[in-house]
């Protein structure tokens, strides 16, 4: 393949196809015209060294075939930004966007709760190439507005999901997208065409009290210390994650108060907690002969220990309890935690100071707890002379 060398024979060509060149260093040469000179210009793309030979060779007519697509279609290097890594395989990509969230979850920067949504999601999106698409090898350049738009309706309408899950799966591409973007996989975030379809507000299940009494009563029985852990879960209002890292030293009987440290809390902000005289002595019993620096519910059948109590051990056990007690399927464990807020507020105590136990951003999102039967009319709005 050579350049052409004058202004005709380049008039009315837009580019060269791409080849390779197998010299010291094995690269994919092309031509493209340059929109700002009307030259053609060569381009290169380094083929990555292998062991194998003859692999080397597929993957470099794989990048061959992918590049001569794009430039049949249109496509010019010219209008994008450089150093861009658009001819890597999108599951490699994945991958490494999974190794730097893990990396991430284990220091600290975010929950196991949202490294374990990201995993699920990357293992979703790679079953989709392998057996959807059947083409594990795709490459970033492809993962474009078209792609999110046949990915999410197979998800939403193959796979049978709720809107809410549909729109759950788009936020999470958004969030990949912007992954690719800040590594030049990709230059655009082709998830901003698409909006949530979900018009459904979040209905949140309460636990009425018998069934509560039952619920704790089943425990009692069963596991006092899982007892314990629900009980602190609906009158102290912590999230399941969260409760994992407490440690017997966050807990001050004296003070009735529990320290939910921002490097534990899910919204970042350290907080004290009260603990109601309800459950103050079922949670000194628990800690009675425990060390400070044992986990406050542990691996040890919840019971304080030094190692850390894994988050899906406690809704494994929450579901087998609800199967056990032919409970409805929609009675998770976190609706102790909104049936706990929705019961303070019937019982009086403060919007602000459930909103703080609660460690809520505003009021506003506690107000959202409090049931229809208490909501009053606007006194200046009902006496408004008008």
């Keep these: 393949m050579s350049k052409p060398q004058n202004f005709l024979s380049t008039l009315f060509i837009d580019y060269i196809p791409a080849e390779l060149r197998e010299n010291r260093t094995w ?8 929109p700002f000179t009307e030259e053609l210009e060569r381009k290169r793309n380094r083929v990555r060294p292998l062991k194998n030979i003859t692999e080397r060779r597929k993957m470099a007519k794989r990048m061959i075939a992918a590049i001569n697509s794009r430039l049949e279609k249109g496509w010019n290097p010219f209008f994008q930004n450089k150093g861009t890594k658009e001819l ?10 999974i190794s730097r969230s893990k990396q991430e979850h284990d220091d600290g920067n975010f929950s196991y709760d949202t490294f374990k949504t990201y995993r699920s999601q990357i293992n979703l999106l790679i079953e989709y190439l392998n057996i959807v698409l059947r083409d594990p ?5 492809k993962f474009d507005s078209e792609f999110v738009g046949n990915y999410l309706d197979y998800v939403r309408y193959e796979k049978g999901t709720s809107a809410r899950t549909r729109d759950n799966y788009l936020g999470f591409l958004g969030t990949f997208s912007n992954f690719l973007i800040l590594k030049k996989y990709i ?14 507000t979040k209905k ?17 029985k069963k596991n006092a210390a899982y007892m314990t852990l629900s009980m602190a879960c609906y009158y102290c209002l912590v999230r399941r ?4 890292k407490l440690k017997v030293g966050n807990v001050s009987l004296i003070n009735s108060t529990i320290w ?17 005289d309800a459950l103050l002595p079922v949670l000194a019993y628990h800690i009675r002969t425990a060390n400070n620096t044992d986990y406050l519910f542990s691996t040890d059948n919840f019971k304080p220990g030094k190692n850390r109590l894994h988050p899906d051990r406690i809704t494994k056990n929450w579901s087998s309890m609800r199967q056990a007690m032919k409970l409805e399927s929609n009675i998770h464990w976190y609706s102790l935690k909104d049936t706990g807020i929705t019961d303070l507020l019937r019982a009086g ?28 009319a606007n006194q200046h709005i009902k006496s408004a002379n008008i």
């Excluded at 136990?357 to 049931?371: E, G, K």
């Design 187 to 200: 230059t655009a975030n082709p998830t901003e065409l698409f909006g949530k379809i979900n018009k459904k």
């Design 241 to 244: 994650t969260e409760i994992t």
């Design 88 to 97: 890597a395989k999108l599951a490699d990509a994945a991958r490494i966007f």
């Design 204 to 220: 949140r299940i309460l636990i009425a009290p018998k069934l509560l009494d039952s619920i704790f009563d089943y425990w009692k």
């Design 137 to 141: 090898e795709i490459m970033c350049y």
């Design 260 to 276: 939910i440290d921002a490097t534990d809390s899910k919204n970042r902000k350290s907080n004290h907690v009260t603990i109601p």
């Design 27 to 34: 690269e994919i040469v092309y031509y493209v015209k340059n």
């Design 349 to 376: 105590v403060p919007l602000i100071a459930v909103r703080d136990q609660a460690r809520h951003h505003s009021s506003i999102q506690t107000d959202l707890y409090t049931p229809r039967e208490m909501r009053q």
